[in-house]
């Protein structure tokens, strides 16, 4: 079996493996969370990078040929290195993905006044990624970028419907439209914070759209094996998703099961 493997730093990344199965169910995945390692939204690039590697040789090992990084940190700090060192040096016909440039490739046709938000970890704020790959689509669009360091943690403390969660929403929608008034569209830019969504629709203005990156990264795989027979041929397809953890797997399974929304059972492994 050749699965298509996701990987994150911890639980984000299965908000973008939930819409894959949705727009793809009849491949297999196979699911890697670093839990025990993360968040990796404030390491550095050195930490990532090797953090990253050694996630996407273990699925390699387990006969995964293409791997998207379903986190936002990891494809900020390690993709391009990965892609231009690891992969031409020892896996040639191997394919790792991101989940950036398909945010970046799709924003242009969704703001109206050119005017955008990017919410997102400090390690991802720290990249400059996001206005690195939509300046070079984009010229013409002002992008202005916020670390909301506190999102993460509500999440995985299971407070993202609670009204804890007002406080830090409003705070930092507040601070990103402080910056530039003019926003008409705020991308989601971690794999987390689509669990906050209803929040931050709530306290983000009626005019702006706020955009989450499963849908965006599932139809861009889709494109992406639809270009690449190459690849495509060789993903098995039974429909079947496996999870792997770092992480005690009582506690994966638990919160993996929220962001899946359905019951799941991970297997723990060491990196």
Do not use: W
């Not at 799941?264 to 060491?270: F, G, H, L, Q, Y």
């Amino acid at each position: 079996m050749t699965q298509i493997g996701v990987f994150d730093s911890g639980y984000g990344g299965l908000t973008i493996l939930r819409e894959m199965r949705k727009r793809l169910p009849q491949y297999d995945y196979l699911y890697l969370g670093d839990n025990a390692r993360a968040p990796y939204g404030t390491r550095s690039f050195d930490v990532v990078l090797d953090f990253t590697r050694q996630a996407v040789e273990e699925l390699f090992s387990r006969g995964c040929r293409l791997v998207i990084l379903a986190c936002n940190t990891a494809s900020a700090k390690a993709l391009r290195t990965i892609q231009q060192t690891l992969l031409p040096e020892k896996y040639p016909d191997r394919r790792v993905l991101g989940v950036i440039r398909p945010t970046a490739e799709i924003i242009g046709s969704i703001t109206k006044n050119r005017h955008i938000g990017v919410l997102a970890t400090p390690g991802t704020i720290q990249s400059g990624s996001y206005t690195m790959e939509i300046k070079k689509l984009y010229p013409d669009i002002h992008v202005n970028e916020l670390a909301c360091p506190m999102f993460v943690p509500l999440v995985e403390n299971e407070e993202a419907t609670g009204p804890g969660a007002d406080y830090f929403v409003s705070k930092y929608i507040n601070m990103i439209m402080e910056k530039d008034p003019d926003i008409d569209t705020l991308i989601l830019a971690c794999t987390h914070y689509p669990l906050l969504f209803p929040k931050i629709r709530k306290f983000a203005s009626e005019k702006t759209k706020v955009i989450a990156q499963g849908d965006l990264v599932a139809n861009s795989l889709a494109d992406y094996l639809n270009r690449h027979p190459e690849i495509e041929n060789r993903c098995s397809k039974n429909g079947t998703v496996e999870f792997l953890t770092t992480e005690n797997t009582e506690k994966f399974n638990h919160l993996a099961s929220i962001f899946m929304k359905e019951p799941v059972d991970a297997t723990r492994i060491m990196l």
